[in-house]
């Protein structure tokens, strides 16, 4: 008859309090199996030097009580075939959370009213966006996930245990469903008379004095966003043509069933023109943010050329309200960005990321566009922001002969308000 031994038994016993041990990484391991989904937004008409900048609603994704685990996108033509930037421009996406009324009646939310915000002025109040933790006031930068041009090479996975909670019933108001919908900017380039000033939204040849509303431009306003709304038109080369294609944002997103072992992350997003005023220093939550998402880089003059000192650096400082573990970081920059740093209050770096410029013609290697940033993953519990801490953000340029207009300095964290080890205590 066979007997185990007393090794043995010590040896079963290890491994049945591992397998038990709701967080331990065997159980995360066999338990929590990444799913994964792509989708197709819908057909984005283009032609020579046309713009597009819609919102999609009710678009496909996970639904229920689920983590996400990443979200990645590209642009595509009708075969699937990724379409590069130097052909049509991918100024940014955006994926935006939001509840549904059921009814078309409003209901009381009693939620967060920072994140939680009428996205309707009538009365019905049938849509109510849900946006990330801050600290951008209303609905700037209200974003989930979402980049530009970068977006093919810029790894956006959360690491495990950690996952962003969504779905959870108990934070649905009642009579209303969450949705999701994309905010799609494309600009198409193929034979405009200036690549790069159709990307950065020259005013001047998209032949735009007035913004999407009718409201005269500032002669000041050389350009951005204002210039370069849906349906305008970049300027082309006398002569030139082509037609008109339908590409689609392909976007694909990981996911696990949500459950007790996951660590909960929230998603910040900083922005470098966030001109902050503290109504009341004793209280961080009375701040009055003002993000203006892009802002210009002025040319650099014959004195600063001599001096080398071709460089254009923008800092903001920000204090944030609520703290925690730093689980990833990204920066956002235009073409002409060298980099993003988010310092502690006592100097310490939080995160840098970097851009990564093509040197091809290939999708994901195009020469002159940013095709990826660097990320930041530090060891979880190493970076940690502090209650109420002041942060400074800085967003770095490279200045030329001549002006960059609607650059952005963003800046994404994930953070976890409490470890692994804390969590599961």
């Known amino acids: 008859m066979w007997f185990p031994t007393k090794d043995m038994m010590i040896s079963l016993a290890i ?6 041990t709701p967080c331990s990484s065997s159980y995360w391991n066999t338990q929590n199996k990444i799913k994964t989904a792509i989708h197709y937004s819908p057909g984005i008409e283009l032609g020579p030097g046309s713009v597009s900048n819609r919102i999609y609603y009710d678009i496909e994704f996970p639904r229920g009580h689920v983590a996400l685990k990443g979200v990645t996108a590209e642009v595509v033509d009708e075969a699937g075939n990724p379409v590069p930037l130097h052909q049509t421009y991918l100024h940014h996406w955006g994926l935006f959370r939001y509840y549904e009324s059921k009814s078309k009646l ?9 994140r939680v915000l009428h996205m309707s002025h009538s009365s019905s109040n049938s849509h109510i966006l849900v946006r990330n933790s801050g600290i951008c006031q209303g609905i700037i930068l209200g974003q989930y996930y979402g980049i530009g041009s970068e977006t093919r090479g810029t790894n956006t996975d959360i690491p495990d245990p950690f996952g962003l909670e969504i779905g959870n019933p108990a934070e649905v108001p009642e009579g ?4 999701w919908y994309l905010n799609i900017h494309a600009i198409d380039t193929r034979g405009v ?3 790069l000033g159709c990307t950065e939204c020259r005013c001047d040849l998209y032949n735009v004095t007035m913004d999407e509303y009718g409201i005269p431009l500032s002669p000041s306003y050389e350009g951005g966003l204002n210039c370069c709304y849906d349906q305008t038109q970049c300027r082309l080369k006398k002569g030139f043509q082509a037609p008109k294609r339908t590409l689609y944002l392909r976007y694909t997103v990981k996911w696990i069933d949500w459950n007790d072992n996951v660590v909960p992350v ?11 005023k ?3 220093t004793s209280n961080i939550e009375s701040s009055d943010h003002n993000c203006l998402v892009e802002y210009k880089v002025d040319p650099c003059n014959s ?5 080398n000192e071709c460089l254009h650096v923008k800092r903001t400082r920000l204090p944030m309200q609520k703290g925690g573990y730093v689980v990833y970081g990204v920066a956002h920059q235009h073409s002409g960005g060298i980099g993003s740093t988010l310092y502690g209050q006592d100097g310490r770096v939080i995160c840098t990321s970097m851009p990564n410029y093509g040197s091809g013609d290939e999708a994901g290697n195009e020469s002159g566009y940013i095709v990826g940033m660097s990320t930041c993953y530090p060891k979880p519990g190493s970076v940690k922001i502090f209650d109420g801490e002041k942060l400074t953000l800085e967003s770095n340029y490279s200045r030329s002969t001549r002006s960059h207009t609607g650059v952005m300095g963003i800046f994404y964290l994930l953070v976890a308000e409490q470890l692994p080890d804390e969590h599961c205590g």
């Open 106 to 114: 409003l209901t009381d939310t009693r939620y967060d009213p920072h």
């Open 303 to 307: 004195e600063s050329k001599k001096d």
């Open 266 to 276: 929230k998603i910040y997003v900083l922005d470098v023109t966030d001109t902050l």
């Open 278 to 280: 503290i109504s009341d």
């Open 193 to 195: 008379e200036d690549k």
């Open 176 to 179: 209303y469903e969450e949705k």
């Open 15 to 20: 491994l049945l309090l591992v397998l038990l």
